[in-house]
């Protein structure tokens, strides 16, 4: 209140104009003027309209509804307008006060009350000092004084309640607001699903009978154009013409006008609409995939064809250009999981966590770079990994994950042993990953390159688990701290490493 009539001249545009622009997008033509008043407390804008329904009648009703739940409808979009300029709505269904003119012109005009215990206060004797009189006089008012203090402390702690309970209440109506909000949203949602799901539902047969120009005489059967048929759980059937049967609209369109797919679908256009046909088709085109889908058998990966005439060159390029351990180069290729295909490419054997080869990873060791994955390779559910420490048949305590097959088996050499049992694993990205199974593992290590693109990866993969945390190598990646290491502890490099 003491603030009354001050206003933030760049705030009260802002205002100005997002109220100007609702008012044209809520009312458009039918504003006749709409005037800014700045010579009250507060700034308000008086808009006059023309209330015209859309039949182009006078028509106020159409407009505002003249129901509680239409007005408030209209305050929530115009809260809506204007909530980017930090101004917030009211308390939602609270009433609004006032004080009539009478009593506000009766109250001006009221003399202030006085204290009746200053009207007599005794007079000081003749003989009495300044300050033995200020003392008497002190005791004497000291009882009306502490009545007035009270009141005071009651009025304080009234107001501070008061500040409390509005505070409280408006809290509640921005919480309110963002149920309603939310409650909005799912409504959306369910529509959106209810859309979905009828998509991808057929027609009904009966409907698509019935344009056809067949009769239901008795349940389920259906006659004209010179047939009978029997229409019942999402199948129509012809018992005249050895059991002919179909299970979608498109076919029963087929069956009865004796055309091809093209006229149905062109049929069923005029008949039931765009909509109506486009969910046919779906339908159709779902079942028939089904069919294809199960009719087929079932992929099954077959890896690059190995070459023991390349696996030198192979061999070379590990031991000697990446400089990792050659028993545990030996091992892996003994076990099938690192070899060398008809192009000199080295191939690194992808495996579900359960160890069936489900694909490969290409690298190409004349220019160093990786290839990809071999044709036909799954992208998820495998990958190249190799496991130590602990028993076989113990649960898995540690997992540590690289972006490269030649980092994974760096990070392997470096970090070996491991006492728990630990599985190195190569993933691409955070898609590839396997979330249900490492959601499980105690720990896991997140041991991407030291580049901006891995680091961004790290933290996703953080995000995704919890429980991950991120190791970085000294150098660029961990095949650079290998090289280093190998060189400057060759003792520690040409230890026993045993993968299991």
């Known amino acids: 209140p003491a603030n009354a009539g001050m206003y933030d001249k760049e705030r009260l545009e802002k205002w100005k104009t997002a109220s100007v622009n609702w008012l044209l997008s809520q009312y458009g033509d039918r504003i006749v003027s709409a005037e800014l008043h700045l010579d009250e407390s507060t700034p308000h804008i008086h808009a006059y309209l023309v209330p015209l329904d859309e039949r182009g009648k006078l028509n106020c009703r159409a407009l505002f509804g003249g129901t509680r739940y239409t007005l408030s409808s209209l305050q929530d979009s115009y809260a809506t307008a204007i909530a980017p300029l930090g101004l917030v709505r009211g308390i939602k269904g609270s009433r609004a006060t006032h004080t009539q003119i009478k009593q506000y012109y009766w109250d001006v005009n009221q ?100 344009e056809l120009g067949l009769d239901c005489n008795s349940k389920d059967i259906w006659q004209g154009q010179g047939y009978t048929l029997n229409i019942a ?48 088709v779906t339908h159709q085109a779902r079942e028939q995939a089904t069919k294809i889908a199960l009719a087929q058998p079932i992929f099954t990966f077959v890896p690059p064809m190995p070459d023991e005439n390349r696996w030198a060159a192979v061999q070379h390029y590990l031991l000697r250009e990446r400089h990792l351990p050659a028993n545990l180069v030996q091992a892996l290729h003994e076990q099938g999981l690192v070899y060398a295909d008809d192009r000199q490419n080295a191939v690194f054997v992808m495996r579900s966590l359960k160890g069936e080869t489900t694909g490969a990873m290409l690298w190409d060791v004349d220019d160093n770079k990786f290839l990809g994955l071999a044709k036909g390779s799954r992208s998820l559910s495998n990958w190249f990994w190799v496991g130590t420490g602990g028993v076989e048949e113990e649960p898995i305590k540690r997992v540590a994950i690289a972006n490269s097959p030649i980092d994974m088996l760096s990070l392997f050499a470096l970090t070996y042993p491991q006492g728990k049992r630990t599985i190195y694993l190569t993933s691409l990205d955070t898609r590839s990953l396997p979330i249900n199974f490492l959601n499980k593992v105690p720990e896991v290590i997140v041991a991407f390159d030291n ?16 429980q991950a945390t991120r190791k970085k190598p000294v150098t660029n990646n961990w095949n650079q701290q290998l090289i280093q290491t190998a060189q400057s502890q060759p003792l520690y490099y040409n230890q026993d490493l045993l993968i299991g």
């Open 451 to 466: 580049t901006p693109v891995s680091n961004e990866t790290a933290k996703q993969i953080k995000q995704l688990l919890p």
């Open 233 to 280: 759980d999402f199948r129509f059937y012809d018992n005249s013409c050895e059991g002919y049967s179909g299970s979608s609209a498109i076919d029963l369109v087929m069956y009865v006008n004796e055309c091809n797919f093209e006229k149905a679908v062109t049929w069923l256009r005029d008949r039931f609409g765009e909509e109506g046909m486009l969910q046919a």
């Open 111 to 210: 003399e202030s009350p006085e204290l009746g215990c200053f009207r007599s206060l005794p007079s000081p004797h003749p003989t009495e000092s300044a300050s033995s009189y200020r003392e008497r006089i002190t005791i004497e008012l000291q009882p009306s004084l502490d009545i007035i203090n009270h009141l005071l402390s009651d009025r304080t702690l009234a107001l501070k309640q008061k500040q409390e309970a509005e505070q409280k209440a408006l809290a509640s109506e921005l919480e309110r607001q963002k149920l309603e909000q939310r409650l909005q949203e799912l409504e959306a949602d369910l529509q959106r699903l209810k859309a979905q799901v009828k998509q991808l539902r057929d027609l009904p047969l009966e409907d698509v009978a019935y």
